[in-house]
């Protein structure tokens, strides 16, 4: 055997070498506002740069209600992160009206086979364009403890009376019937995009969204009647009850339902691996009537237009877009995917794609979110006050379709 002999010359060249293959290393910035969903990302970014050895992602989640801020502080200081999970509608426009995010729909080509009310999500309405590949999308579910309900003896009702008698069944029992309450404004308003959809009907969103009627209709305050008459059920002294305040009262048994949505299937599993639970649609009126779910696009991954690495940030979006990535995020999460082919054995992910059959688009969320004040702060200020008793439905009413008539055309021309 000939021992090698490194020379000064040869040791530079070695040195050379090694100093490239690290250059050549390639790191993206990658924020999300889901700091529960870390573990999945982390897991599934593993597997990618085991692929990718070239690359390194570093995978950074901020709390929800910060996310926002935190984001737009870092574009306007041009310190923007490779890779933005943006949220959908209004507040992904707030991202990619002022040039901040990369077109992809002409980069990822998989974007064609994703349905359009996924990308309408992630569609820029001044140009017709994608900038992000869409995420998930979310419906509004009510959750129930089945040992409660075996334990009384009840199955999940098929109408609202039906819904009304249970509840008053496991608060006699000593049970809290519902375990939300508004002191989150958020929750407020998707606890009442649980129930309303079932009273204002299917038709009623795009006749408000095309100005045909506003939400001073008698569908609509009817709806938030019947929503109304389940206060006597919620939570104790519910307008103190945050959102964290209710999830625990249902992870720990001592509330028999809540009402959320979708994606907090994978959260309870984990904060509770014991509890046994359950999902079911909201109860229409009448038992010939089909549930009505509210539905929405959770928001999508793009690309910061500035990023120093076009190339690998539209390969692992790419990526992103497959259905490689939707199977495992579906498989660890628990989410519905927009991309076409995933599938899941979750009984409950097959119960909520059951329910999307018949669903309705989250009203304020998809419609109404674009201007300022928006149709959800309108809401969100308003509810905490119905629920409690201060405001009528008629009052909230009126004054969100005055709130939204300052800047919404279709509304000036009634």
């Known amino acids: 055997m000939i021992a090698r002999r490194y020379t000064p010359v040869r040791i530079v060249l070695v040195a050379m070498f090694l100093c490239g293959i690290a250059s050549a290393q390639v790191t993206l910035d990658f924020w999300s506002w889901r700091v529960e969903d870390r573990w999945a990302y982390e897991e599934i970014i593993a597997g990618y740069v085991e692929d990718h050895p070239g690359v390194r992602i570093n995978y950074n989640a901020f709390e929800s209600t910060t996310y926002d801020t935190i984001l737009t502080t870092a574009f306007t200081a041009g310190e923007a992160p490779d890779i933005i999970h943006v949220r959908a509608y209004g507040n992904f426009e707030t991202y990619a009206a002022p040039g901040y995010l990369m077109r992809l729909d002409d980069k990822v080509d998989a974007l064609e086979n994703f349905p359009d009310l996924a990308l309408n999500g992630e569609r820029l309405r001044e140009d017709g364009n994608v900038y992000a590949v869409p995420f998930a999308s979310q419906t509004l579910i009510v959750y129930y403890n089945t040992d409660i309900f075996d334990e009384l003896g009840l199955a999940p009702p098929e109408t609202w009376d039906e819904f009304l008698a249970a509840a008053k069944t496991i608060e006699d029992a000593g049970y809290i019937a519902l375990a939300n309450g508004t002191a989150t404004a958020s929750e407020a308003e998707i606890f009442t995009g649980v129930f ?219």
């Not at 206060?231 to 001592?254: C, I, K």
């Not at 390969?315 to 999460?333: H, I, N, R, Y």
């Not at 989410?335 to 018949?358: A, H, R």
């Not at 928006?374 to 809401?379: E, K, N, R, W």
């Open 196 to 414: 309303a959809p079932n009273f204002y009907g299917a038709d009623f969103f795009d006749q408000v969204v095309a100005g045909e009627t506003t939400f001073e209709d008698p569908r609509f305050i009817q709806a938030l009647e019947k929503v109304s008459e389940l206060t006597e059920y919620m939570a104790p002294q519910f307008s103190g009850v945050d959102r964290a305040t209710a999830q625990n009262l249902f992870l720990n048994e001592l509330a028999a339902m809540y009402a959320g949505g979708s994606w907090e299937i994978a959260n309870f599993r984990n904060q509770n691996p014991d509890l046994a639970f359950d999902v079911m649609a909201p109860p229409p009126e009448s038992a010939d009537d089909t549930p009505l779910v509210s539905w929405f696009l959770d928001g999508g991954y793009a690309v910061s237009a500035d990023t120093n690495h076009p190339e690998e940030s539209i390969e692992f979006v790419t990526f992103l877009a497959s259905p490689e990535f939707g199977q495992q995020l579906t498989d660890k999460l628990a989410n519905v995917s927009p991309i076409p082919g995933v599938v899941s054995d979750d009984p409950l992910l097959k119960k909520v794609t059951e329910f999307n059959q018949n669903s309705t688009p989250y009203i304020m969320l998809v419609g109404f979110r674009y201007e300022a004040p928006t149709g959800s702060v309108l809401m969100q200020q308003r509810l905490p006050g119905m629920y409690a008793g201060s405001m009528s439905p008629e009052q909230l009413a009126k004054e969100v379709t005055e709130g939204i008539t300052q800047y919404y055309e279709p509304f000036q021309q009634r």
